[in-house]
């Protein structure tokens, strides 16, 4: 089940977030203020959150997502994450097509996604290769020496 998220995921959220072990502290707290950019602001429209359940109906993944400013019809997948426990389980497939399916709605061309090169996140790159992204574009050494910032990405084709 999927669903917008409200402020009483807040901590849920965070929990999650922390648990992947994925996140130096400083990048935690960049989601936490996208997170609460989007909880305190309802009006804004530049920063979506969606969370999946589990079938307990807690919080097992989240994604962060908006248009791209400047853009006709570019979006960013800014932040995902699913818990560990629950990774695997096609929580994060489901939470990208959340994604996709508002885009498409939106008549959006192209998803792009930023990630490291660090081996840490290889298994991260081949979840998006699964899902159809493509690495586009990449940076060398752009967050420390040796950490390129890739970046991937997917077209969708409009209905003409
Ligand atoms: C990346 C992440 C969001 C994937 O979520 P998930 O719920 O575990 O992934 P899913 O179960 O939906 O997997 C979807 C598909 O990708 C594939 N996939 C997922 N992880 C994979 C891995 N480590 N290696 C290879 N393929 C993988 C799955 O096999 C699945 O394909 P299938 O249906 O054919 O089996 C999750 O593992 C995560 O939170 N990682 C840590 C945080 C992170 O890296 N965030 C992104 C920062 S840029």
Redesign the pocket.
Known sequence: MMRPMVKADRQAVLELIRA?G?FTEGEVQVALELIDIYLNNPEQRDYYIVVVENEQGQVA?YLTYGPTPLTEGTWDLY????APE?????????LVGWLETEVKKHQGRLVL???SSQPK?Q??R??YE??GYAEIARIRDFYRPGDDRVIFGKYFRSKE
């Open positions: 992947t994925f993944g932040w995902i994450a699913v629950a990774q695997g389980r096609g929580y994060g497939q489901q996604i930023e990630t996140y298994p991260t081949k979840f699964k899902l």
